[in-house]
């Protein structure tokens, strides 16, 4: 059996080129962004057919493509940098093709179109049966013999993947709070979620599910518009949102993510700091690699050591006294729960 990989963590953390370093691994099936692109939507419970299975993987996510169509795209969206047959206006954009496909490689529609012709013959079996098929296909198609899912915001799914795929392996990523939380602050994405947990608190929600049209009109107007199928950007772009809120949200998920970590067997988990992956690119990939299972190739230690982005380091340091205070302040939470698992049950990767 292929092994298999998670790593979860809150985003603007240097998973995104992670994933690219992952890329350059010749036996790693690097799936970026994956999960953020199906979601939920690709687990439904009980046995479903091939057809089925591959709308889920199909269908367009309704949450980007108003972004998209409302010019708000997310600096994720592969596809919307090189468009293939597909956009937002006129025949949505798969889920697939988004941020997955155009990752593996230059064409991800002739891709896509591999995958649908296999994926809708397959006979009917659970959700979790289906997407081991479908990575054991994408690892024959590339010749791979791991495969690393990694999206950003993913702390959420970790319970149910763990569910879905008892044997996996999870590597927590995470990133200085100040830091992490000040790029937050500057990402369409996060700007978007802050707003749509607001819409939740002042209609009084759990989930969207329960949204009814009288919570909607009783919206304030900023934010009522933001669930129309196209808005205008500005009302997320350049509202004023506290830095506090993001410091909150980063200890919010660096927590989650914790906590899920402790609760799995010590050759299951494992934890990657930006900072050590900046500091000793060779040694922490090296960890990496064994943790994955794939031999840490010193061609690949040398190129993943190029793909960092030094800069991106202490930005939270160009803050006034002020601000940087109340940032730190509001990242304290996280900042001891990270401190105190990683000297109690850590397990570097």
């Known amino acids: 059996m292929r092994s298999l990989t998670f790593v979860i963590g809150t985003g603007r953390s240097g998973s995104t080129a992670l994933s690219r370093i992952l890329n350059a691994h010749p036996d790693v099936l690097s799936l970026n962004e994956f999960m953020a692109s199906v979601g939920d939507a690709a687990f439904p419970e009980g046995p479903v057919t091939g057809e089925e299975f591959w709308q889920t993987l199909y269908r367009p996510a309704p949450h980007f493509e108003r972004m998209i169509r409302s010019g708000l795209p997310l600096p994720e969206f592969l596809h919307t940098r090189r468009p293939g047959r597909y956009t937002a206006r006129a025949t949505g954009i798969p889920a697939l093709s988004l941020m997955v496909l155009p990752h593996l490689t230059d064409d991800p529609d002739g891709l896509l179109d591999e995958l649908a012709a296999a994926v809708v013959r397959w006979p009917e079996r659970t959700a979790p049966e289906h997407h081991r098929a479908l990575f054991g296909l994408l690892c024959g198609r590339f010749g791979r013999t791991a495969v690393v899912e990694r999206?950003?915001?993913?702390?959420?799914?970790?319970?149910?993947?763990?569910?879905?795929?008892?044997?996996?392996r999870f590597v927590h990523m995470f990133r200085d709070g100040p830091d992490c939380a000040l790029s937050m602050s500057r990402h369409p994405g996060y700007r978007a979620i802050l707003l749509l947990r607001e819409i939740k608190e002042h209609a009084g929600i759990d989930s969207f599910a329960d949204l009814t049209p009288e919570h909607v009109r009783a919206l304030p107007a900023d934010l009522s518009p933001l669930l129309d199928d196209r808005f205008?950007?500005?009302?997320?772009?350049?509202?004023?949102?506290?830095?506090?809120?993001?410091?909150?949200?980063w200890s919010e998920l660096v927590t989650d993510g914790t906590e899920f970590l402790a609760g799995l067997p010590a050759d299951q988990r494992a934890t990657l700091a930006y900072e050590d992956l900046l500091d000793e690119p060779a040694d922490e990939l090296t960890r990496?690699?064994?943790?994955?299972?794939?031999?840490?190739?010193?061609?690949?230690?040398?190129?993943?050591?190029?793909?960092?982005?030094?800069?991106?380091?202490?930005?939270?340091?160009?803050?006034?006294?002020?601000e940087f205070a109340d940032l730190t302040e509001s990242c304290a939470q996280g900042t001891h729960v990270l401190g105190t698992y990683q000297v109690t049950v850590e397990q570097r990767p």
């Open 151 to 168: 999206s950003g915001y993913s702390t959420g799914w970790a319970p149910g993947l763990r569910e879905a795929f008892p044997d996996a």
């Open 232 to 249: 205008d950007p500005a009302l997320v772009r350049d509202r004023d949102i506290p830095l506090r809120r993001f410091g909150a949200l």
């Open 288 to 322: 990496l690699a064994e943790f994955i299972g794939v031999d840490p190739r010193p061609q690949w230690l040398d190129t993943g050591s190029v793909l960092l982005d030094h800069s991106r380091r202490g930005s939270a340091n160009r803050l006034s006294a002020a």
